[in-house]
DNA sequence: TATTTAGGTCAGCCATATTGACTTAATTAT
DNA sequence: ATAATTAAGTCAATATGGCTGACCTAAATA
């Protein structure tokens, strides 16, 4: 019903065929995560730390909690990265209206860190994009979102609305 | 000159768009590696020993070089995890021909984790294939493929051949 | 006023990776 | 035959990134 190209000619791959699905996955994210490490590395950073500046640099103002519930991680893993960027001054704190929370924000070092670390993604999936149709893209981006669990469905949603 | 698509109607991306992309491959892997990792817990073993049992079970006889060259790892870290698995048999050791190497293998224990472990990332890409049409799949194939930098193409070519 | 929430902190633990230095045994090249 | 290279192993130290558990403060809410 959903999709006519499927009624008409299911298509199927065997065992082996996913299997090479799960290696192309496999290297195709190492590979896409090891340009940032290179850079990171001369800051004595981890990949936490990218990940912490990617979405303070996402959203601004973003406070711990929402952090939290976006990196899936406990507040003790975030605390140690976090106040190495504090005290590095690449992320700056401020109190947010309910004066419980923290809001966080990237200084100008960090915005140029985190700007210096996406472009080179961003220019390898330029670099994709390029050699592909709209609908390949399009086709890419939904079945992504598709290996995602339904509930990080909703925070991948939510941090982009 | 390569592709139609591109020339008729090139298709363009903002960075905003782009890091969408970004965040739907970091919350698409963080998911696809979940279901394993659970089950590897109650072992007490981590995501490397999943994939040395996973690349063992590819390649039968696989040499302990050979897998440093897949994994990019060094040969201390694969030796922990490695010798782990030889001692409660997951994977047994043979010597080769060439007398300096070793060849590794599953043994029937070996073989049912790798079989559990893989059937859930098999399940989760059936899942998703069966949403979509055999250009999409082929498309997703390709764009994954051309994320992998081109030393370890030829190492995703080389275990596939 | 009592409870919940946001955030922080201390301590200890484990897994995964690294570098560097060094060894052994077997193969290959000179 | 000897020298060089290769495959594998090992010891030690270090870093990153996670975890659990216990406990605390301050602010908001019921």
Redesign the interface.
């Known amino acids: 019903m959903?999709?006519l190209?499927?009624l008409l000619?299911p298509?199927f791959?065997n065992?082996k065929e996913?299997?090479?699905?799960?290696?192309?996955?496999?290297?195709?994210?190492?590979?896409?995560t090891?340009g940032p490490d290179k850079i990171l590395e001369k800051l004595n950073f981890g990949r936490a730390h990218h990940?912490v500046i990617?979405f303070v640099g996402?959203k601004n103002h973003i406070t711990i909690k929402e952090l939290l519930v976006v990196l899936?991680i406990t507040k003790q893993s975030l605390s140690r990265v976090l106040n190495q960027l504090v005290k590095e001054k690449f992320i700056i704190v401020s109190t947010g209206v309910d004066k419980r929370t923290k809001k966080l924000s990237l200084t100008e070092k960090g915005k140029k860190l985190e700007s210096e670390l996406?472009s080179i993604?961003?220019k390898?999936?330029?670099?994709?994009?390029?050699?592909?149709?709209?609908?390949?893209?399009n086709?890419?981006?939904?079945?992504?979102?598709?290996?995602?669990?339904d509930n990080?469905k909703k925070?991948?949603q939510e941090?982009?609305d």
């Open positions: 959903a999709d190209n499927n000619s298509f791959l065992d996913v299997k090479k699905v799960i290696e192309l996955i496999f290297f195709s994210y190492r590979d896409f090891s990940r990617y996402k899936q996406s993604q961003i390898k999936i330029r670099g994709v994009i390029n050699k592909f149709s709209e609908d390949n893209i086709g890419f981006k939904k079945m992504l979102y598709e290996m995602i669990e990080n925070t991948f941090i982009n």
